[in-house]
């Protein structure tokens, strides 16, 4: 999936897109941790530097637009943005990412994503990303969640994330993080990356789910996640990530 990332961040048409909606947009490379490091120790490394390319993107004016290989990067991207204000988060993934090191069964990190952004894991690691601070369950908000295994299920109704239908946004922070893991859309759209399950919402819908988180709060930042081009054998998540981008650009000058 890192993969996906570097194809579109490398996407004239995107960058096209980009420029179509009003900006001039340019591109930040977050270099690789160590290789010879632990696991646990590059995601770590990582997620400082990019905590601190998001805040000088901030400072300098522009909107960070974030297109990460896995979802553990939006600690990194809220610390980053929200520079210390309540934020809120609106999260459209298929997967609810509240994996913790006590329950999770895959070994891997990203699914604990949204546990690390919110304090329920790897709490001391996180402590030392700049500018991080645990954001209220209750103020995140899982659109097109489906895929769960039961312990999953579990974890996800014993917490305060609120969920929704897709273009339905409950109020939340004053200022929100605009999470979309393009496994999120309906398998009938494209097939995003290995996970990618059906049941999911249209593209239509994704695009109305992020007018509607513009209309609700400020956006301080939004991220593009988990393509696995790999899996997109026709282009349809391509495409897609095109559309989106283009529509996230678009409100986020409206909101300056």
Not at 93 to 105: G, I, K, Q, S, V
Not at 206 to 213: G, H, K
Request: proline letters at 4%; one cysteine or more.
């Amino acid at each position: 999936m890192g993969a996906g990332a570097a194809l579109l961040g490398a996407d004239k048409d995107l960058h096209d897109e980009l420029a179509a909606a009003g900006w001039s947009p340019t591109l930040e490379r977050i270099a690789a941790a160590d290789p010879g490091a632990g696991e646990v120790t590059r995601i770590f490394d990582l997620l400082r530097a990019h905590a601190r390319a998001v805040r000088a993107a901030v400072d300098r004016g522009a909107f960070p637009l974030v297109l990460a290989g896995g979802c553990i990067s939006a600690s990194a991207t809220v610390a980053g943005a929200a520079a210390g204000r309540q934020a809120g988060v609106v999260w459209l993934d298929a997967h609810a990412d509240l994996d913790t090191p006590a329950d999770n069964l895959s070994g891997s990190m990203d699914v604990q994503a949204l546990a690390i952004l919110t304090g329920g894991a790897w709490q001391a690691a996180a402590a030392t990303i700049p500018g991080f601070t645990p954001l209220v369950e209750h103020d995140v908000c899982l659109v097109g969640v489906r895929d769960l295994a039961g312990y999953q299920r579990e974890r996800l109704a014993a917490s305060e994330v609120r969920t929704a239908d897709a273009g339905a946004v409950p109020e939340l922070a004053p200022c929100v993080y605009l999470h979309v893991d393009l496994d999120v859309l309906d398998t009938s759209v494209g097939t995003a990356n290995r996970y990618a399950a059906p049941g999911g919402p249209s593209l239509d819908e994704v695009l109305a789910t992020i007018d509607a988180t513009f209309d609700a709060a400020t956006v301080v930042a939004a991220a593009l996640t988990a393509y696995e081009p790999a899996y997109d054998r026709d282009g349809a998540i391509r495409a897609a990530a095109l559309q989106i981008a283009r529509r996230i650009a678009t409100r986020a000058l409206e909101q300056r």
